[in-house]
């Protein structure tokens, strides 16, 4: 496996305003592939992203940046196996926790197994903790973040016979708090997607399907420290829709992001937006579209909450649209859409995104992932944008926009009732022994 070159800022865009703790930009970077989801300290503005080697997603490290974009330091672990970081966080003390898990039958220490390190607020690694279960064949994460108890929640699911998409919450000395998810037999599949924290719950979105339920939106809630409360929510079978994200406000309600092939204007996918409150009981959901093209599907990837309890998220519409960005109320109104795209006349500019967090300091939305711009592959990318959507323009060969042809739609297929209260409430208690992890190279840290 290739090993990390150092990490460099290849380019810094000003877009022309500060607020708070620090500018907005736009921030390219070479050596780093930005494959992990991101998250932002709320205390001073940093922003720490999950990094994987370069054009690939094997390797497990992070790349730490201040408010302005500067590198501040990175790290990455590189061993003979495949190893893929799903992301990096902070907790409340500002040590950062990177997460991901390590793939393949190895052999012990490293066959199949989550793992989490753990570094200082400036980043020096500290230790490395691993988690595995009972369950056969290969155990993926997909997401992992930080609870009020500073515990590590992740989102995972064994790629066994029959999977199982379960919800870990375990501390960061190791010890398990608990494991829950949907129990899946006789051929039936539940996969994790995404996982969130509000202040006394946690969350997880994915597909909860089996045989007979070709796609499907599921979400569950569970108590920060136990399965207490468990309970468990999913769409119908038809029309096929798809659970993607979730995020969670101060409230402690869910917002569940996905795509659904319900569609009166074209047999197309639309995004899909539902609120729960505490209860997992919805309180609204909206579905949008490109009112211009509607043969264009609209996969939404990534959500968000800010302070205030609004929710964004990210999508990119198929078939030649653009990227777009877009904030909606805590009532379900639409407050604006921005569209990312290449500047005209200029080179193409494409944007994976793998995360969007809100900055309470100066009512920033950090996207982070990465892409190409003006015809280069620059494999690492954070844009810091203000939340009111107030910044328009041309940005070197980046182009933001207003997207005025979102339709919004706040009802859905009556026919299969989506959002009804269709629930599963099945503990996985699947036994977790503990891991660990040495990689076969040292790490190399920046200061």
Known sequence: MPRLASITAHSLVGLGITRGSGPYWLGLYNNAYFYGSGDVNLSNGDIVVGVTSNGTVD???FAL???????KAYDFLDSSYQDNCNGAAF?????????GFTYGNYGAPFDNQYRAHIYSSSGVLSSQIGRSTALSGNQISNDAVIDANDNIVMASYAASGDYLGSLMCFTQANSVNYTAGWTSAGGSTAYSRKCATSPNLNWMVGVPKNSSEIAQLGVFKTSLTSTSGFDSWRTNTSPATNGTAIAADSNDNGYALGYTQYNPNADTYDCLVIKFNSSLTPQWWRRYWNTADTSQNLFADCCCCDASGNFYFTGAFNGGGPRVVAKVNSSGTLQWVRSFTNKSASGAFSFTVRSITADTNDDSL????????????????????????????DFEHLSITNFTTMGVATTVDPSTSIGTTSRTSTTNTGTMTTASYTPTTASSIKI
Do not use: C, E, W
């Open 65 to 71: 940046l201040n408010s302005a974009g500067a590198i």
């Open 366 to 393: 950090v996207i982070s992932g990465y892409g190409s711009y003006n015809g280069q592959s620059y494999t690492g990318m954070i844009i810091r944008y203000p939340q009111d959507g107030s910044k328009l323009g």
């Open 59 to 61: 390797g497990f490290g």
């Open 91 to 99: 907790d409340s003390t500002g040590k950062i926790i990177v997460h």
